[in-house]
């Protein structure tokens, strides 16, 4: 074999070995851009860890007035215990990311304890409307109606307070705000509806007071 055939053989293999790693490294270029945008579109660790805020997702859970308080919490979960479990857990390890079914768990428990309680608040308006004497009727819609002023004029002051504190103002006074207009809606809705009993002669005076 010639020289020159060897010397144009070496030249293939080379250039051969070049092309080769030119193609190599493109497919890896393609496959790192690939993997960034898969990436990239999937959820990081930051974004799926629950944090103590993420309670706040939803409304705060309603007041309960102490005077029906008996009547409204019979029979309902508070989750108390779950709630214990909770506090023991950050207690313990201090940050929120090693207590993330703690979290889940109240959350979902809190859920429906609110939802529960908002429904039987006014139920229990409702029907104060209708079987308590008029004119305490009357004072309870009043003092309703002065709750919610009162709360729309702190909820004004709260939209000028920065941060996460004026966050935490503005949702609790609002959760509040909306309870208190449903409450005073229900007992309203009460009042109206024992007009129909006053039509058939029933006095409202001996009516007893009753829930359920």
């Not at 053989?9 to 790192?32: G, H, I, Y």
């Not at 003092?143 to 702190?154: D, F, G, H, K, M």
């Not at 005073?184 to 009753?210: C, H, I, P, Y």
Request: glycine share 6%.
């Amino acid at each position: 074999m010639s020289g020159k055939v060897l010397v144009f053989l070496k030249f293939a293999v080379v250039s051969a070995s070049s092309l080769l790693s030119e193609a190599f490294r493109r497919a890896l270029c393609v496959l790192q851009q690939a993997f960034a945008m898969d990436v990239d579109s999937k959820p990081t660790m930051e974004e799926t860890i629950l944090v103590g805020d993420d309670l706040m997702m939803g409304p705060p859970s309603p007041l309960i007035p102490p005077e029906i308080a008996s009547h409204v919490l019979e029979g309902v979960d508070t989750c108390d215990g779950i709630l214990r479990n909770l506090f023991l857990c950050l207690q313990i390890n201090d940050i929120e990311p090693f207590c993330q079914d703690e979290i889940a768990i109240y959350r979902q428990c809190a859920e429906r304890r609110d939802k529960e309680l908002r429904q039987r608040l006014q139920d229990s308006e409702r029907k104060l409307g209708m079987s308590m004497p008029l004119e305490q009727a009357k004072e309870r819609c009043s003092q309703l109606e002065s709750e919610a002023t009162s709360l729309e004029r702190r909820l004004i002051l709260a939209s000028g307070v920065e941060g996460m504190e004026g966050f935490r103002q503005r949702w609790s006074l609002h959760g509040l705000l909306t309870d208190t207009k449903r409450r005073l809606d229900a007992l309203k809705q009460g009042m109206e509806n024992r007009k129909k009993d006053e039509s058939v002669g029933e006095s409202t005076t001996k009516k007893r007071w009753f829930f359920w």
